[in-house]
């Protein structure tokens, strides 16, 4: 891993060639994705900025696949992504939350040897009253034959990924990222006045142990009794552990960056109503479940590591407990029997 002294100045451009030189075998093309991502993240945040002063806020009456209104932010990232990164000649494809299917590459642009799943904007829908949004990506390689991509490329366990990260829109808007175990997780925060991004948080290290959970307990008459158990544990309420401080933004790379910074938990478990989990599993959980790995944390659904779960659908679901280690390894205790999947025996709603 390059190192730098505490006086460089070191742009997210600098950053990924320097890296880049660590793998003689590498041709530039995961870099240049990173940077188009990079390029992207910045347009987006000037609009975010001026959401207050342009007519972008709010829903348009159309949903999305998930069934959900599409917040006008969310297309319009959604659309800025696309552009920059179909006609680079490096993706064979990509996919978006927005999306119903894989996103084609146009038949006139040179296809490359990866693909990109994204959340254009994540927790748009806080937009009106100020509270941090933010995009997710992931890269994958390409593991089809033919130069354009599949939906079999898509469907690939997170453990594949070669890049994943976020860009958070908030009091300053940060891109982090990483490539992998080993290679770090690292921060790099918008300099508005010079339009780059400079290399802020280097080499981030998520807490073993958190002070943070992530959790809204809303749902909690829903819960499956083992995951009533375990939140009850995070509280301190059992008089096994030290509570955690609850902190729930409802945006959830706004919950997942504060924890990945100062430690914590954030949860999003199954319930009644969504018995398969809410968050979607390519776009949100798997690259943010590579990235909490690479700073040594983890992540599971409450049976089975996020990473490794083969996906079998394009806009497939699933429970999230995802931050500090230890606090994950709780998860994994109090759900393993049942997995934290809704039971039949689940707590009824108090009449």
Request: glycine letters at 10%; one cysteine or more.
């Amino acid at each position: 891993m390059v190192k730098h002294t505490a006086t460089s100045v070191v742009t997210i451009e600098r950053y990924i060639i320097e890296q880049e030189k660590l793998f003689p075998e590498a041709t530039g093309e995961l870099s240049g994705i990173l940077y188009d991502v990079a390029l992207a993240a910045k347009m987006i945040s000037s609009k975010v900025r001026r959401a207050g002063l342009v007519d972008i806020l709010g829903a348009l009456d159309s949903q999305n696949v998930q069934g959900e209104i599409q917040q006008k932010l969310d297309v319009f990232a959604n659309e800025i992504i696309v552009k920059a990164m179909d006609h680079t000649g490096r993706l064979a494809a990509m996919a978006s939350e927005e999306e119903p299917d894989i996103i084609p590459i146009p038949d006139e642009f040179k296809c490359g040897k990866y693909v990109l799943l994204f959340d254009p904007l994540d927790g748009s829908s806080n937009i009106d009253v100020n509270v941090p949004v933010g995009t997710i990506f992931s890269v994958l390689k390409k593991i089809t034959r033919g130069s354009r991509g599949s939906l079999e490329d898509m469907l690939q366990p997170g453990r594949r990924q070669v890049a994943a990260g976020y860009v958070i829109y908030g009091s300053s808007t940060m891109m982090v990222y990483t490539t992998g175990p080993g290679l770090g997780v690292h921060g790099f925060t918008l300099d508005p006045s010079i339009g780059e991004f400079l290399l802020s948080h280097p080499n981030i290290q998520i807490p073993t142990r958190g002070r943070y959970l992530s959790v809204n307990s809303g749902y909690e008459q829903s819960w499956d009794t083992r995951v009533t158990a375990l939140m009850r544990r995070y509280r301190g309420l059992d008089g096994v552990q030290k509570p955690m401080n609850e902190r729930y933004v409802g945006s959830l790379v706004a919950d997942f960056h504060r924890n990945l910074l100062g430690g914590g938990l954030f949860a999003y478990p199954a319930n009644s109503q969504s018995p398969k989990g809410k968050l979607r599993l390519l776009y949100e959980a798997n690259p943010l479940a590579f990235c909490v790995e690479a700073a040594g944390g983890a992540a599971t659904d409450g049976r089975t590591d996020i990473l490794n779960i083969m996906p079998d659908e394009l806009h497939q679901r699933t429970p999230l407990y995802i931050g500090s280690k230890d606090d994950v390894a709780t998860a994994r205790e109090l759900l393993k029997e049942e997995g934290g999947w809704p039971r039949e025996e689940r707590r009824k709603p108090q009449s």
